[in-house]
């Protein structure tokens, strides 16, 4: 959803998502370290960047969340039974 606002260099790490590579178990794949207690959210960032830059990114960012938030909202309470429709 970010790289259709034109935000690029953005990734999510989640914890629990485990990865074997030739053998090799990585856990939190993503992460930099095996035991990071929460999911984040990485974002680039370069040289020569202004302060309108970062805030254009706030901005495009609060978009999303609040886009996800909503969705997540709606399938939660479509996937709530009715009161009303429980007793008929």
């Known amino acids: 959803m970010l790289f259709t606002r034109f935000v690029s260099g953005t990734r999510v790490v989640a914890p ?10 990585f856990k939190n794949f993503g ?3 095996n035991n990071y207690p929460c999911a984040y959210l990485t974002a680039a ?3 020569g960047m202004k302060k309108n830059d970062v805030d254009m990114f706030i901005s495009r960012l609060e978009k999303v969340l609040s886009k996800c938030k909503s969705s997540l909202e709606a399938q939660r309470d479509s996937s709530t039974p009715n ?6």
């Not at 998502?17 to 053998?23: A, E, F, L, P």
């Open 45 to 47: 960032a370069a040289i």
């Open 16 to 25: 629990g998502n485990d990865v074997t590579i030739s053998g090799y178990l």
């Open 31 to 33: 992460s930099h370290s």
């Open 83 to 88: 009161k009303l429709e429980e007793y008929s």
